[in-house]
């Protein structure tokens, strides 16, 4: 996959991405960033991506025709996605990250200051947020994607089962999980998890993962997909309060 990142702050983006897994990534050749400098679009001296708002009021303006450059000096390819990190965009969910990760080609706006010119909303696929929040730009939003995105190619996560476990991958959130020592300042790991029967422990990490769920999202639970098999083990729940 090829991702480029559009950003006033290229800097920002070297250790995020030449670290762990999406270093591992680009050496197989999985993945590959080009990271653009929006003011190298700039046609003044000074190299300005901002303005200040027509109508007035408080803070900058990411200019139009900035991006509109930066964005044509690339034809977009077939199967490429362009995609601005705004906080007004929809919210970021693991479906849309699997959806993501079929395309070859992304392109990634980050936003800054105030926001961007309103006429560069037609310029793009999608509009993402991370959360209902406001940071600074859109550039940790961007690394935010990126590293979820990537975990959905295949070979970049060694083990793929690790994926298919991910909280949220099926709509629930993760089970527990514990290592070495067994038992810590009192606090010891579950009999079951070292009982050695795989059955019993893939039971229990759903039950435990359904749990977590209802306790503290409830909400997933309308959405996910279930099964006889959790519909049992939530009435187990339920019954025993």
């Given at each position: 996959?090829?991702?480029?990142?559009?950003?006033?702050?290229?800097?920002?983006?070297?250790?995020?991405?030449?670290?762990?897994?999406l270093?591992?990534?680009?050496?197989?050749?999985?993945?590959?960033?080009?990271?653009?400098?929006?003011?190298?679009?700039?046609?003044?001296?000074?190299?300005?991506?901002?303005?200040?708002?027509?109508?007035?009021?408080?803070?900058?303006v990411?200019?139009?025709?900035?991006?509109?450059?930066?964005?044509g000096?690339?034809?977009?390819?077939?199967?490429?996605?362009?995609?601005?990190?705004?906080?007004?965009?929809?919210?970021?969910?693991?479906?849309?990250?699997?959806?993501?990760?079929?395309?070859?080609?992304?392109?990634?706006?980050?936003?800054?200051?105030?926001?961007?010119?309103?006429?560069?909303?037609?310029?793009?696929?999608?509009?993402?947020?991370?959360?209902?929040?406001?940071?600074?730009?859109?550039?940790?939003?961007?690394?935010?994607?990126?590293?979820?995105?990537?975990?959905?190619?295949?070979?970049?996560?060694?083990?793929?089962?690790?994926i298919?476990?991910?909280?949220?991958?099926?709509?629930?959130?993760?089970?527990?999980?514990?290592?070495?020592?067994?038992?810590?300042?009192?606090?010891k790991?579950?009999?079951?998890?070292?009982?050695?029967?795989?059955?019993?422990?893939?039971?229990?990490?759903?039950?435990?993962?359904?749990?977590?769920?209802?306790?503290?999202?409830?909400?997933?639970?309308?959405?996910?997909?279930?099964?006889?098999?959790?519909?049992?083990?939530?009435?187990?729940?339920?019954?025993?309060?």
């Amino acid at each position: 996959m090829q991702i480029v990142i559009l950003t006033l702050f290229p800097e920002m983006f070297q250790g995020p991405l030449n670290e762990s897994l999406l270093k591992k990534a680009q050496t197989k050749g999985l993945l590959s960033f080009n990271i653009i400098n929006l003011r190298d679009f700039t046609s003044d001296k000074h190299k300005t991506a901002d303005d200040t708002a027509y109508g007035g009021g408080a803070g900058m303006v990411m200019k139009a025709d900035v991006i509109s450059k930066a964005l044509g000096q690339r034809p977009k390819a077939v199967g490429q996605r362009i995609i601005f990190m705004c906080p007004t965009g929809k919210l970021l969910t693991q479906e849309i990250i699997k959806d993501l990760a079929k395309h070859d080609h992304l392109t990634i706006l980050s936003g800054h200051y105030e926001g961007v010119d309103e006429r560069v909303r037609e310029l793009v696929d999608e509009e993402i947020s991370i959360g209902d929040y406001v940071l600074t730009g859109g550039e940790i939003p961007a690394m935010v994607l990126v590293d979820a995105v990537a975990r959905q190619i295949p070979g970049v996560v060694k083990e793929a089962e690790s994926i298919q476990k991910d909280s949220f991958y099926e709509g629930l959130l993760d089970h527990p999980s514990y290592t070495k020592p067994e038992d810590f300042e009192g606090k010891k790991v579950p009999k079951v998890l070292l009982s050695g029967n795989h059955q019993e422990i893939e039971r229990w990490r759903r039950k435990e993962a359904l749990s977590k769920t209802l306790r503290q999202r409830p909400e997933l639970l309308a959405r996910a997909e279930l099964n006889d098999e959790d519909k049992k083990i939530l009435s187990e729940i339920f019954s025993h309060g």
